[in-house]
T-cell receptor
Framework: EPEVTQTPSHQVTQMGQEVILRCVPI?????FYWYRQILGQKVEFLVS????????KSEIFDDQFSVERPDGSNFTLKIRSTKLEDSAMYFC??????????????FGDGTRLSIL | GQQVMQIPQYQHVQEGEDFTTYCNSS?????IQWYKQRPGGHPVFLIQ?????EVKKQKRLTFQFGEAKKNSSLHITATQTTDVGTYFC??????????????FGTGTLLAVQP
């Protein structure tokens, strides 16, 4: 079964440094998402991406965050200047878009981001 | 903003006992999805409910969507140790739109004692 893959599985970064989290969504999917989960808490929506642009973002997704789909397969989340409170598990998800509109989202294994 | 709450936060059962988690949204939903997350794992899609009053079954799991499309429940009959994990409901408001972002509930952690 096709999977969403994320790299790295764990990223340790000094506060203030830039970090890029990478995702390869399922190949025929059209909608892409980033979520985060602070340890022990619920999963929170960050941003959705469709047709090469952001379709919606949450209040968490401030100017320090950006997303890109630099080629036909990768979908990246960049945090320009990391803060301690950015420490969390970051999940990428993708969803098919053709045909039935309410397709479920498929999640990757996540990247654990630790800010020191 | 829109909130999705679940109760209980934590449930400890003996293997073979039943388990139910309840999900309540502050706003009417287009559809609701249920995910299971094992400790250290990622959310895994279980099911989606779309219609008012809908009931779906997957083996020992029964999912319901309320008539007002603001609440949902997941019931597990005769729990097994493999059922251990956190069960999240996730509401969707933008049906068919370019977003369909998931608003996750607070989750219910299920522990099953053999």
């Amino acid at each position: 079964e096709p999977e969403v893959t994320q790299t790295p599985s764990h990223q340790v970064t000094q506060m203030g440094q830039e970090v890029i989290l990478r995702c390869v969504p399922i190949s025929n999917h059209l909608y892409f998402y980033w979520y985060r989960q602070i340890l022990g808490q619920k999963v929170e929506f960050l941003v959705s991406f469709y047709n090469n642009e952001i379709s919606e973002k949450s209040e968490i997704f401030d100017d320090q965050f950006s997303v890109e789909r630099p080629d036909g397969s990768n979908f990246t989340l960049k945090i320009r200047s990391t803060k301690l409170e950015d420490s969390a598990m970051y999940f990428c998800a993708s969803r098919a878009g053709t045909g039935v509109s309410n397709q479920p989202q498929h999640f990757g294994d996540g990247t654990r981001l630790s800010i020191l | 903003g829109q909130q999705v709450m679940q109760i209980p936060q934590y449930q400890h059962v003996q293997e073979g006992e039943d388990f139910t988690t309840y999900c309540n949204s502050s706003t009417t939903l287009s559809n609701i999805q249920w995910y299971k997350q094992r400790p250290g794992g990622h959310p895994v899609f279980l099911i989606q409910l779309v219609k008012s009053g809908e009931v779906k079954k997957q083996k020992r799991l029964t999912f319901q969507f309320g008539e007002a499309k603001k609440n949902s429940s997941l019931h597990i009959t005769a729990t097994q140790t493999t059922d251990v994990g956190t069960y999240f409901c996730a509401g969707v408001r933008n049906y068919g739109g370019a977003t369909n972002k998931l608003i996750f509930g607070t989750g219910t952690l299920l522990a099953v004692q053999p």
